[in-house]
């Protein structure tokens, strides 16, 4: 990884950092019942005190600023105006080394910062004092009202979020929407068939506060979200008794829907007869829906951007070709090569 800061500001700015922890450690010993009323934002004044007071006759002597509030992290100090660094102070009462971090998407970083670095508080017998770079403890994602990191200082090397999921911290939060990745990591390794990754607001997202009934939306709404479905899950021309459970997640986590009889508008109405020149074959209402509106699902397909076939087909395998990817999918799942007779009925049409 390459950073803007030469190797001597990174020393320097850490052995500033590696005197503040024996500061406030040797401190601790003697004012242990001080240190125990300083959770939260009171510590970040004592952290921003001592780099202070340390950094005299330093590079950083009268460089270091408190940010705190809104803003992160907490302290910030430049090298010049384009290269920075900076430290987020945490704190626990509890005699672990676990706590939440910020959210992920960072929408509140100070700009032309470089490096993080995590100063974390112990605040319970024995007191404790530690630092380490910030993206080396984040070893998970939780998602709240908002996915934010969640932080172990313990976490052994190699074993971050970002090693989990394959790529690294700062490629990750200069992404357009560096949720992706994780949520793809979330759904692959937590959740559990038919669960759908979602929260109710982001820093950089806020979803509809309006939960919709199915039943309440237009004909053109209807159908529009049923190939949508088709396209996104082509699960659902298996005869798993589950092959639902995804579309019901993601009408509630994308379009904020409650549809109470799913099966009904796929699957409803018993068997149908779909007629190819010669050959007429019985096939399932979901059969009846794809060969009523198949130009228009492969338009979709064509259309739906690629991470999100790739996500909702849950395939690890690259491909080229998205319509032939989900004509595949859709012949493994049904166990016919419906969309092969579909393709010829249509050509001989034209």
Not at 192 to 199: H, I, R
Not at 259 to 278: M, N, V, Y
Request: hydrophobic share 35%.
């Amino acid at each position: 990884m390459i950073y803007s800061l030469k190797n001597e500001h990174n020393t320097a700015f850490e052995k500033l950092l590696d005197n503040s922890v024996d500061f406030l450690q040797n401190k601790a010993v003697r004012e242990a019942k001080y240190f125990k009323s300083r959770l939260g934002i009171k510590l970040e004044k004592d952290v921003y005190e001592v780099m202070c007071s340390l950094a005299v006759n330093s590079e950083f002597e009268n460089n270091i600023e408190l940010i705190s509030g809104q803003r992160f992290p907490d302290i910030v100090s430049f090298i010049n105006e384009q290269h920075g660094f900076g430290v987020e102070v945490k704190t626990s009462s509890q005699n672990h080394w676990k706590t939440t971090g910020s959210s992920i998407f960072e929408g509140t970083r100070v700009d032309n910062i470089d490096r993080i670095y995590l100063m974390y508080g112990k605040l319970a017998d024995p007191i404790e004092f530690r630092y380490r770079r910030y993206e080396e403890c984040l070893y998970n994602v939780a998602i709240t009202h908002s996915p934010r990191y969640l932080i172990d200082m313990d976490t052994k090397v190699g074993d971050s979020i970002f090693d989990k999921i394959g790529v690294d911290y700062e490629s990750l939060r200069n992404l357009k929407n560096p949720f992706v990745p994780v949520r793809n990591y979330i759904k692959q390794n937590q959740c559990k068939p038919g669960e759908e990754v979602w929260w109710l607001e982001s820093d950089n997202h806020k979803s509809s506060d309006i939960i919709k009934l199915w039943k309440h939306l237009s004909s053109l709404e209807k159908k529009a979200l049923r190939i949508q479905a088709i396209v996104l899950f082509p699960q659902m021309f298996s005869e798993g008794q589950d092959k639902y459970s995804n579309v019901a997640t993601w009408l509630v986590a994308e379009h904020h829907i409650v549809h109470p009889s799913l099966r009904d508008t796929f699957s409803a109405g018993g068997k149908k007869e779909l007629i190819f020149g010669q050959k007429t074959i019985v096939v399932s209402k979901m059969m009846s829906h794809l060969a009523e509106d198949y130009l228009n699902i492969l338009e979709m397909v064509e259309a739906t951007d690629k991470e999100k076939l790739t996500y909702h087909w849950t395939i690890k395998k690259a491909f080229s070709n998205k319509i032939n990817t989900w004509k595949n999918l859709v012949n493994k799942y049904s166990g016919l090569e419906i969309t092969d007779l579909l393709d010829h009925e249509y050509d001989t049409r034209t």
